[in-house]
């Protein structure tokens, strides 16, 4: 299970999955269900029998819950501050996948209290998983 969760909660929106993106996810990476934002809580299948009771190809997939990822401090135009609230976007082509940048798919909100700096990388931030609103 997916040691990365920060709020003292089980994720009420987890079920099992084929992740679009990574390719091959391991617990604890922000991922994709097609346009759905998630984080794995286990990794994906690759035999079975297995412990978790997924199909080869799956992965058990939080939608919700507040988690410590990996987050760019990169919008569309370049280095940008990160701060409390700000929507964070699922690029697939960057490392780490998370960042200001629109043009991915959106993936939920900063949550930390600190800003992240313009420009840093692969910063380990509190987001929350999802759409508020």
């Known amino acids: 299970m997916a040691k990365n969760m920060i709020r003292a909660y089980s994720p009420e929106k987890a079920r099992a999955a084929v992740c679009t993106q990574p390719a091959t996810p391991v617990s604890g990476d922000p991922v994709l269900v097609g346009q759905m934002p998630g984080v794995a809580l286990t990794n994906e299948e690759t035999a079975v029998p297995n412990l978790s009771g997924n199909a080869v190809g799956e992965c058990t997939v939080a939608h919700d819950g507040t988690w410590a990822l990996p987050v760019k401090g990169v919008d569309g135009g370049g280095n940008s501050v990160v701060a409390r609230g700000d929507i964070l ?15 991915g798919v959106r993936y939920g909100y900063y949550d930390g209290s600190a800003t992240i700096a313009g420009g840093a990388t692969n910063t380990t931030a509190e987001v929350v998983v999802g759409y508020q609103g």
């Open 89 to 103: 976007y699922y690029v697939a082509g960057d490392t780490p996948p998370l960042s200001k940048k629109a043009t």
